[in-house]
């Protein structure tokens, strides 16, 4: 079975600078794909950003950036300056090459210092 | 136009009662799902329908049913509720397959709090 791990519980960044959330996941498939979503404290599951597996290439959407490293099964999310509005619960996301539903990380609690 | 809608939004009931929980999605996606957050935000799938058919189950108890009348609904009912339901139910859609550009194009619904008093 997929695992995802989320190593960071918390972590805390001033505004305006850059952070980085990390994620690590086992798998035996070769077709897959990753997710980051963002959960603030309305619940909503907003989704930040994604990687497809075959792809080697990073994926990027404005100011969120990931760093895929598919040998060593490594999904980090990279926040550039960081605003109040980032301040919420991050979760990485396994979805295999099926359609199965995602395997979710513990997530990371991110908290933006003004 | 709310592309998953969820409801009730909130539900607070007592113990030993039975409950359902609506998912609707009007995406035109293959497959929908319930997923459980507990207290401390830890998210499980617990059922996915494909095309009227459970093709994922987790173990989760027997007092959870997922219903499907339709590929765009997808029920929850939850008999005998016990304390330890407590949770954020989600409800999500998505494609059988990757589609171009948008991989399976994953979309949650709203959450609903359920609590056990």
């Known amino acids: 079975a997929q695992t995802v791990t989320q190593s960071q519980p918390e972590m805390s960044v001033q505004e305006a600078e850059t952070v980085t959330l990390s994620c690590t996941y086992d798998?035996?498939?070769?077709?897959?794909?990753l997710f980051w979503y963002k959960q603030p404290p309305s619940r909503q599951m907003i989704l930040v950003i994604r990687?497809?597996?075959?792809?080697?290439q990073n994926a990027t959407e404005n100011r969120f950036s990931v760093n895929f490293q598919k040998a060593a099964k490594s999904f980090s999310l990279k926040i550039s300056d960081s605003q109040l509005g980032d301040a919420a619960m991050y979760f990485c996301?396994?979805?295999?090459?099926?359609?199965?539903?995602?395997?979710f990380g513990k997530g990371t609690h991110l908290i933006i210092q003004p | 136009d709310t592309a998953v809608s969820q409801t009730p939004k909130y539900l607070v009931t007592q113990m030993g009662n039975d409950k359902s929980i609506k998912c609707e999605q009007n995406?035109?996606?293959?497959?929908m799902y319930w997923y459980k957050q507990d207290s401390k935000k830890f998210l499980k799938i617990m059922f996915s329908?494909?095309?009227?058919?459970?093709?994922i189950n987790e173990t989760v108890p027997n007092r959870f049913s997922p219903k499907s009348p339709d590929k765009a609904h997808l029920n929850l009912h939850i008999n005998s509720l016990e304390l330890g339901d407590s949770a954020v139910y989600f409800c999500?859609?998505?494609?059988?397959?990757?589609?171009?550009?948008?991989?399976?194009?994953?979309?949650f619904g709203s959450g609903t709090r359920l609590t056990v008093v």
């Open positions: 999500a859609s998505s494609h059988n397959r990757p589609r171009q550009g948008s991989s399976y194009g994953y979309t």
């Open positions: 798998t035996s498939e070769s077709d897959y794909y």
């Open positions: 990687q497809e597996a075959y792809k080697q």
């Open positions: 996301a396994y979805q295999g090459g099926g359609a199965d539903g995602l395997t």
């Open positions: 995406l035109g996606h293959d497959t």
């Open positions: 329908y494909n095309n009227k058919e459970l093709i």
